[in-house]
């Protein structure tokens, strides 16, 4: 099988009779790779380069303090799945800034630059990425400032570009129909799980048989660690009892071995059945606010929800309040029930 290679920088360099070569160094630690890829020099070389060396990192600098945040309690708290984005942004970071000084970054001029880097990232590749870049260096900033590194962190109060409102992004019945016309049985199990559950895509695809006791799923959340105890719906219960178990988790690729979290090949999947049910603008994130609208509109009060969801009693409120606004369901049945109370009102 062909070794994947990640973070490394090629540099072209064009000699003077015109012969082209080519450099390559690890992005995290500035280290040279010697050899050929596929070689078993570079695969050495490789290796080397990607051990970090706190003293190749310059002092004073916003390598530095990215280094620094790496190794706090800050980072090693997050969740892995945010873990794992924070090191992509701190790649694109580091380009722009890592050999920057400390000091530049106290220079309230500096906040021009930020925004001129951010609106650049913004028309290359979308306003939510340049919105993730600046959240970690802010997050960098921060903790070089409760460590005095840094004595004001000019990444704050920037502003957000990317304003999605994905309030209106309901899975309707038809929504669901279309996509359970092309999924395959594995997928399917997916979008009943999230629907009755409405957990998270991390959550679900570590979710094994063993939490699964015939009528009731347990589990605790990895990004807020509470512990969940769902009770199962009995189409939810039906899809269960129906699956073989192939693996140590319930959800599993078509071949039966279990997705590898974050889950990036469960949604590459995911999204190529959407695309062929012809459902563009809907993700598998929005099944949990559908899930909770479905809940309210049944007539679940909201701590029930909550219970359910692992979200606070008043997160869940403004979950309703902004899904519910989208929905005609809660409007016909408010006037049904007025209906009602006016004939009864007349006897």
Not at 105 to 128: H, N, V
């Amino acid at each position: 099988m062909l070794q994947r290679f990640k973070h490394i920088k090629v540099v072209k360099k064009r000699l003077a009779d015109g012969t082209i070569n080519f450099h390559r160094y690890h992005r995290k630690t500035g280290k040279k790779i010697e050899g050929e890829p596929g070689t078993p020099t570079f695969a050495a070389s490789y290796a080397a380069a990607s051990e970090f060396d706190v003293n190749r990192v310059p002092t004073g600098t916003i390598h530095a303090l990215v280094e620094q945040y790496f190794q706090s309690s800050v980072f090693s708290e997050l969740s892995p799945r945010t873990q794992i984005d924070h090191r992509r942004n701190a790649d694109k970071v580091l380009d722009k800034f890592g050999n920057a000084p400390i000091e530049v970054f106290e220079d309230k001029r500096i906040r021009k630059d930020l925004r001129q880097w951010r609106d650049k990232i913004a028309k290359e590749i979308g306003p939510r990425q340049a919105d993730y870049r600046v959240a970690f260096l802010r997050r960098v900033l921060s903790v070089a400032y409760d460590n005095g590194e840094i004595g004001i962190n000019h990444a704050r109060n920037l502003g957000q570009l990317y304003t999605g409102d994905r309030a209106d992004k309901i899975w309707e019945d038809e929504h669901i129909e279309a996509f359970l016309a092309h999924a395959t049985p594995e997928m399917a199990l997916a979008l009943r799980l999230a629907l009755d559950t409405v957990q998270r895509q991390g959550d679900l695809i570590r979710l094994s048989w063993t939490q699964f006791d015939g009528s009731c799923i347990t589990l605790r959340q990895n990004k807020t660690a509470k512990p969940i105890m769902v009770p199962c719906t009995a189409l939810l219960c039906a899809a269960l009892h129906e699956t073989p178990k192939r693996a140590t988790t319930i959800l599993t690729g078509k071949r039966g071995k279990p997705w590898k979290y974050p889950g990036d090949g469960f949604r590459t999947e995911w999204n190529k059945i959407s695309v062929a049910a012809g459902i563009t603008d809907l993700t598998f994130n929005d099944l949990r606010g559908t899930g909770i609208t479905r809940m309210a509109e049944a007539g679940c009060e909201i701590p029930e929800i909550a219970t359910i969801s692992g979200h606070s009693v008043d997160r869940v409120a403004r979950i309703i309040d902004t899904y519910l606004a989208r929905t005609n369901r809660m409007a016909s049945s408010a006037i049904a029930k007025l209906e009602d109370y006016r004939r009864r009102a007349k006897t």
